[in-house]
């Protein structure tokens, strides 16, 4: 039986499907199958951060609404052989999501997935409601700032009461925080929250900090997962953070800012 | 357990109506003379202090001093009190007459609940000096057993009453969470939401917290908020109390 796991914020623009995106071929890199399904029913971005909105025939709500078969509408990534994405119309709202035709769904990709990420929109409406619903496991996307750790603060409440485990009364809904662009630099400067403040605060396990970096946005655009380049600390990061969510013991990394010569910052500067 | 934590009626499921049993927190005003242009200024002096608190706030109109009054034009009171960005909801301690002319005037009657129990007059609190510990008056103490025990954190957005009891909670209660109780609220980590003792008009509930940083708290309906506290006692375990109408915070000893 495979894991349902919800990449979550509350907040907007804190990173949940570069976070899916780069979480999902990184399990998928090491051998586990995988599924990432966009949640963001009229949006629709995680087919462009994956690199396969070319290849989009059928979608999660058809699929939903029994027009199209599960892997009619599951597309294969060209780069992992285990990652298969599940993409989102974009001509229809978030209404299309009913209970009943999500946990359909999520039940037949139990069967053939070991790892089901389910990115979900921002908001604490019904589309983030229904991306947490089902969920095993949460991970919480926070940036290092008081309007993003509130909001984070918001949908663990929610995870808590709403989620099928709080209804039903099981185990709760395992919990991780993934701190997402952060900057040592400007938390050294006073102008970005700390990493222990923001743990003080939402007081649940951290699973990585993900430095801020060009390599993200650049990684966004070119429609590869950003865990996929060698040469970014923000990959590396997120390297770290599936290796701990799948129960390795690592050291924190990208926590310090990096000591520059003064050459370096010129380099950077013109860069 | 007589504590609830927002807890449903029994729902109706439909196909497409939902009703719902819910738990709110409403303001009562009293109104004392609503043809009274000194009312309204008084008002308007309340509202001044603490804006982002009333505006839009749900609020009762308690007509209990109106029992005897010559009658006065409802519509027009809830006009002006609208004009002041308070919302009208329902009517309590009303007339018939008085009852009658809110469902014209398209709010609710409310009956029973909310603060009937009388607020103990100073006198009968008998205020101590600072941390000593007071027998609690027969109507502040909860049947032995009754206390309600949280030991997750209250999260921005949750709200956990304790009917009849106290509450204890033994983590955090994060900004934008809120906690109510009938009786004492105990937090053993910090308080950063806020906190309501004594709901139902019990002026001996206290809150204690280990660490705070309220956005506001409450005593039997009389309130301060993080703007009017101590900067020195913020982030200190304290002790929150009413001396007469004055809620008083001050530093666990």
């Known amino acids: ?271 | 357990m007589t504590a609830t934590v927002r807890k449903a009626g029994p729902a109706e499921e439909t196909v497409s109506i939902q009703f719902r049993g819910g738990l709110y927190t409403l303001m009562r005003l009293k109104v004392s003379n609503p043809r009274d242009q000194a009312f309204f200024t008084a008002l308007m002096t309340k509202i001044a202090q603490a804006p982002d608190f009333f505006r839009h706030a749900p609020v009762v109109l308690d007509l209990q001093d109106l029992a005897d009054a010559p009658p006065f034009n409802m519509a027009e009171l809830i006009r002006r009190l609208r004009q002041h960005q308070l919302v009208p909801v329902a009517v309590a301690n009303g007339t018939d007459e008085q009852n009658k002319a809110a469902i014209n005037a398209g709010i609710s009657i409310l009956r029973g609940g909310g603060g009937e129990a009388p607020v103990p007059r100073p006198a009968e609190i008998s205020v101590l000096p600072t941390g000593e510990p007071r027998e609690p008056s027969a109507a502040a103490e909860p049947a032995a057993g009754q206390t309600l025990l949280v030991t997750q954190a209250v999260r921005s957005g949750q709200q956990i009453y304790a009917r009849h009891s106290d509450i204890i909670v033994l983590a955090s209660i994060s900004a934008g969470g809120e906690l109510l109780s009938d009786g004492h609220i105990h937090v053993y980590g910090t308080l950063r939401g806020r906190a309501h003792a004594g709901l139902k008009g019990n002026g001996a509930a206290r809150i204690f917290c280990r660490s705070l940083e309220a956005e506001l708290v409450s005593i039997a309906g009389f309130w301060r908020v993080r703007e009017d506290m101590p900067d020195d006692l913020i982030g200190k375990p304290v002790q929150i109390f009413l001396k007469g109408e004055q809620v008083v915070i001050e530093p666990l000893p």
Not at chain 1, 116 to 143: H, K, Q, W
Not at chain 1, 162 to 176: F, Q, T
Request: proline fraction near 4%.
């Open chain 1, 1 to 271: 039986m495979g894991k349902v796991i919800v990449m979550t914020s509350g907040k907007g623009g804190v990173g949940k499907t570069t976070t899916s995106a780069a979480f999902s071929a990184g399990l998928a890199s090491r051998g586990h199958k995988t599924v990432v399904i966009d949640f963001d029913v009229g949006l629709r971005n995680l087919d462009l951060i994956m690199g396969c909105e070319r290849r989009v025939v059928f979608d999660f709500v058809h699929v939903i609404n029994g027009d199209a078969r599960l892997n009619q509408a599951l597309i294969r990534d060209k780069r992992l052989e285990h990652l298969y994405i599940l993409p989102t119309s974009q001509t229809r709202d978030k209404d299309a999501l009913t209970r009943e035709g999500v946990e359909r769904v999520l039940t037949e990709l139990r069967e053939q997935f070991e790892y089901i990420i389910c990115d979900s929109p921002a908001g604490i409406e019904r589309g983030a409601l229904m991306a947490l619903y089902f969920a095993d496991e949460a991970i919480i996307v926070t940036n290092p700032e008081v309007s993003s750790v509130r909001d984070s603060d918001r949908i663990l409440g929610v995870l808590q009461s709403r989620s099928r485990r709080a209804e039903e009364g099981l185990d709760p809904v395992r919990e991780h925080l993934l701190l997402s662009r952060y900057d040592p630099e400007r938390v050294e400067r006073g102008e970005m929250m700390k990493v222990d403040d923001v743990l003080e605060i939402l007081a649940i396990p951290l699973l990585g900090v993900i430095p801020e970096s060009r390599s993200v946005l650049k990684a966004s655009n070119v429609g590869t997962p950003v865990i996929l380049d060698p040469q970014s600390a923000a990959g590396d990061a997120y390297r770290d953070a599936v290796g701990r969510f799948l129960g390795e013991s690592l050291p924190f990394r990208f926590m310090r800012p990096e000591r520059r010569g003064l050459f370096q910052r010129f380099l950077r500067r013109s860069a």
